[in-house]
């Protein structure tokens, strides 16, 4: 695991394969998982990773990247937290 936190690792990776292999409309946090929009030029390799990196968010925690992650609703907002997060955020 990278030395970057959460949900941001995934951005930073897809970023950086995207600068090879396509384009990037959007990353943002959907209903509990990471959401990566995808450009019409995207490879199917970053499509590939884009499916694995959102998969992989849903049992992710979004703050710490600690696994198992669950859902924790706030103010309407569905967040992903490990156990640990979610007593900090508390």
């Given at each position: 695991?990278?030395?970057?936190?959460?949900?941001?690792?995934?951005?930073?990776?897809?970023?950086?394969?995207?600068?090879?292999?396509?384009?990037?409309?959007?990353?943002?946090?959907?209903?509990?998982?990471?959401?990566?929009?995808?450009?019409?030029?995207a490879?199917?390799?970053?499509?590939?990773?884009?499916?694995?990196?959102?998969?992989?968010?849903?049992?992710?925690?979004?703050?710490c990247?600690?696994?198992?992650?669950?859902?924790t609703?706030?103010?309407?907002?569905?967040?992903?937290?490990?156990?640990?997060?979610?007593?900090?955020?508390?």
């Amino acid at each position: 695991m990278s030395s970057t936190e959460g949900w941001k690792r995934f951005q930073l990776e897809i970023s950086e394969a995207a600068k090879l292999e396509g384009t990037i409309v959007s990353t943002k946090p959907k209903n509990g998982y990471l959401a990566i929009q995808l450009g019409r030029n995207a490879s199917k390799t970053l499509t590939a990773l884009a499916e694995t990196l959102e998969l992989e968010s849903e049992v992710t925690c979004q703050a710490c990247g600690r696994s198992p992650a669950t859902e924790t609703f706030t103010k309407q907002v569905i967040l992903k937290l490990c156990e640990r997060c979610r007593r900090d955020q508390r």
